[in-house]
């Protein structure tokens, strides 16, 4: 059974910092890229970060850049977002996900696997 499972997220103040984790079962870990996605209370989905399997290569949306840092440890299945000086504008439900199909970060239906979220709330 392929599972996605976060953890990490809380209420954080303005300027602070939180670690995201999201530990993988069930499929080939190390074969795919992992990227976070966020929802915000009344919007659509935002891809944040993606980190490519093999180089190791991270790219982000330019409002996180600078900010998080994305990171992956294959022995242990589980892939980091560090978050810092975090923004009200952050607050989000945050997913971790995984693909093979490295042509576009934002379709949606290309994303193999899903976590189940986990809520990062940024007070102001």
């Known amino acids: 059974e392929v599972q996605l499972v976060e953890s990490g997220g809380g209420l954080v103040q303005a300027g602070g910092s939180l670690r995201l984790s999201c530990a993988a079962s069930?499929?080939?870990?190390?074969?795919?890229?992992m990227s976070w996605v966020r929802q915000a209370p009344g919007k659509g989905l935002e891809w944040v970060s993606g980190?490519?399997?093999?180089?190791?290569?991270?790219i982000y949306v330019d409002s996180v850049k600078g900010r998080f840092t994305i990171s992956r440890d294959n022995a242990k299945k589980t892939v980091y977002l560090q978050m810092d000086s975090l923004k009200p504008d952050d607050t989000a439900v945050y997913y971790c996900?995984?693909?093979?199909?490295?042509?576009?970060?934002?379709?949606?239906?290309?994303?193999?696997?899903w976590g189940q979220g986990t809520q990062v709330t940024v007070s102001s």
């Open positions: 980190m490519n399997s093999g180089d190791d290569s991270t």
């Open positions: 996900t995984a693909t093979t199909d490295y042509s576009t970060y934002t379709t949606w239906d290309l994303y193999d696997y």
């Open positions: 069930g499929f080939t870990f190390r074969n795919y890229r």
